[in-house]
């Protein structure tokens, strides 16, 4: 049995009808930039957020760097956010002249550690750019008091978290700025690049759908530098199709992360995500995570593969051997996992220049060596879930112990 880490087919399968005609209806129109579409799925989707304003562009990235040149964030200011997320998080910071102030994450939930972030609170501080790291949000009670009290403007990085809620308040709707990501993989995804902002704030809307079309204000007159990130209308035509279809997905991938907290629930050789027992809290489960401690691996007749993984699998910050190990054995068994992330923001080497040194962020180091992320979308079956479990435990009971560093 093959399962894929994630998979469109049956999706696209049970869509198909309605996205040909939602596609074919825009490319009979004529009108690819803008016009109703990108507005029909703008409104539509500031309402599921229940906010007034929604502003669609290119990417995640965009919408993250719209976030911050609105708030006139830039040269000279610190934006604190996490080291354990996606490059972009930290990216979009740089990418307006800021320099990001990396914190470590709480052990639990592997979410920014809010107490580690009010040390970092400097007077070059001007935000916090909090991240709902897969699927599960942030006490965004607890930092927008801390924001209030510091006065610091936030950014929800809300990538990976569409249909994610904290105390029944969607993501994207607790701070200044939301940053939505579409790419396909996600919870709502188009069919390419997309992405939106999201906020209460009138000025801050028109200042990002200006800063979008390269700081028009009207036609042909340039307020300010801009860029090219327009949400183009065969991507909104293909999300207004998927959007109405989020809360039954979400709903499915719940149930999904439930039947491998069950089914994995005995093995001590890994630890499995925190489970959603907040009634404060909607997971959206964009990514099941697994932690891989101490696996056994078996020292006797291993394959050439075994022995480069064991050999190359100890990086400067950590062993990743028994995560690596149980990642190329499943797939082996033709179950493909993906890990999210190898390496902290902090140690890449694009960051090199902020002299983060190895061990100052020992839980993001750590979960980096030790994070894998098992097969979920909403239509993996419960016969394929069974059977990635059933696979985990055989190889988990079938190998011998090997001492790893911790």
Excluded at 36 to 44: D, G, H, M, S, Y
Excluded at 58 to 87: H, K, M, P, W, Y
Excluded at 115 to 142: C, N, Y
Excluded at 180 to 204: C, I, Q, R, V, Y
């Amino acid at each position: 049995m093959q399962v894929p880490p994630f998979s469109l087919s049956k999706q696209i399968e049970e869509l198909q009808p309605e996205l040909d005609e939602a596609v074919l209806r825009v490319l009979r129109s004529g009108n690819y930039i803008g016009g109703q579409v990108v507005q029909a799925f703008e409104e539509t989707f500031a309402a599921s957020i229940n906010v007034p304003y929604a502003i669609g562009c290119n990417s995640g990235t965009d919408a993250l760097i719209l976030a911050l040149r609105a708030l006139d964030i830039g040269q000279g200011d610190e934006v604190i956010t996490c080291s354990f997320s996606f490059f972009a998080t930290a990216e979009a910071i740089s990418a307006v002249g800021a320099t990001p102030v990396f914190v470590d994450v709480d052990p639990n939930d592997y979410l920014i550690d809010l107490q580690k972030v009010e040390d970092a609170i400097s007077p070059a501080t001007r935000a916090i750019l909090p991240v709902h790291l897969f699927g599960r949000p942030v006490d965004m009670e607890r930092l927008m008091k801390l924001a209030k009290k510091k006065d610091l403007k936030v950014i929800e990085d809300c990538a990976q978290a569409c249909g994610t809620k904290w105390n029944d308040q969607s993501v994207g709707s607790w701070g200044d700025i939301g940053c939505f990501s579409f790419f396909p993989t996600k919870n709502l995804g188009a069919a390419g690049d997309a992405g939106a902002t999201t906020t209460k704030d009138f000025h801050l809307a028109k200042r990002m759908r200006e800063l979008a079309i390269h700081g028009m204000p009207r036609r042909y007159l340039h307020a300010e530098l801009g860029y090219n990130s327009r949400l183009d209308a065969i991507q909104a035509a293909i999300l207004n199709v998927k959007l109405p279809r989020l809360p039954a997905w979400i709903e499915k991938r719940q149930l999904i992360a439930a039947r491998y907290q069950e089914l994995l629930k005995d093995l001590q050789d890994i630890d499995l995500p925190v489970s959603n027992n907040q009634l404060n809290m909607v997971h959206s489960w964009n990514q099941y995570v697994i932690k891989v401690r101490n696996h056994p691996v078996d020292d006797s007749g291993k394959s050439q593969e075994s022995i480069n993984i064991d050999t190359e699998g100890i990086g400067k910050y950590g062993d990743s051997r028994s995560r690596d190990w149980l990642k190329a054995s499943l797939y082996k068994n033709d179950i493909n996992t993906i890990i999210y992330y190898p390496i902290p923001i902090h140690l890449q080497p694009a960051y090199q220049g902020l002299n983060y040194k190895i061990g100052e962020l020992p839980i993001a180091e750590k979960l980096c060596s030790q994070v894998l992320s098992l097969p979920i979308f909403p239509e993996i079956t419960f016969e394929q879930q069974k059977y990635v479990a059933e696979k985990i435990k055989q190889i988990l009971s079938s190998a011998t112990r090997l001492q790893v560093l911790t």
